[in-house]
């Protein structure tokens, strides 16, 4: 189906189908935006405060069980990582080079 009869299809179902479709959009994006970019995104919409509201601290939420599953997945997965025969692999081919730097200056008093 092109883009012109997908947008043709939307608009014969109405207005609340395409607020439906980008708040559930804005749902899905909101996972990877900041709080700030939420709130403007969401007062460009135009939506009723309540909504705007509520979307908001659903984001919140939803945000935080995204990224809690997301720290336990990865948590499961490095916990079956031998990291000492990764890194000794690691280090088999290649090297390794360290510079450092060191300075000492007198505080000023005052």
Same mark, same amino acid.
């Given at each position: 189906?092109?883009?012109?009869?997908?947008?043709?299809?939307?608009?014969?179902?109405?207005?609340?189908?395409?607020?439906?479709?980008?708040?559930?959009?804005?749902?899905?994006?909101?996972?990877?935006?900041? *709080?700030? +970019?939420?709130?403007?995104?969401?007062?460009?919409?135009?939506?009723?405060? *309540?909504?705007?509201?509520?979307?908001?601290? +659903?984001?919140?939420?939803?945000?935080?069980?995204?990224?809690?599953?997301?720290?336990? *997945? #990865?948590?499961?997965?490095?916990?079956? #990582?031998?990291?000492?025969?990764?890194?000794?692999?690691?280090?088999?081919?290649?090297?390794?080079?360290?510079?450092?730097?060191? +300075?000492?200056?007198?505080?000023?008093?005052?």
């Amino acid at each position: 189906m092109t883009e012109e009869n997908n947008s043709e299809k939307n608009e014969s179902k109405g207005p609340l189908a395409g607020i439906v479709r980008e708040l559930a959009l804005t749902g899905l994006a909101t996972v990877f935006m900041t *709080e700030d +970019s939420v709130r403007k995104y969401l007062k460009e919409l135009k939506l009723p405060k *309540e909504l705007a509201g509520y979307l908001l601290e +659903s984001a919140s939420k939803k945000k935080d069980d995204f990224y809690g599953l997301l720290a336990k *997945e #990865v948590g499961r997965v490095v916990s079956k #990582v031998d990291v000492e025969k990764a890194v000794g692999k690691f280090l088999e081919g290649h090297e390794v080079k360290v510079t450092a730097s060191f +300075s000492f200056t007198p505080k000023k008093k005052g």
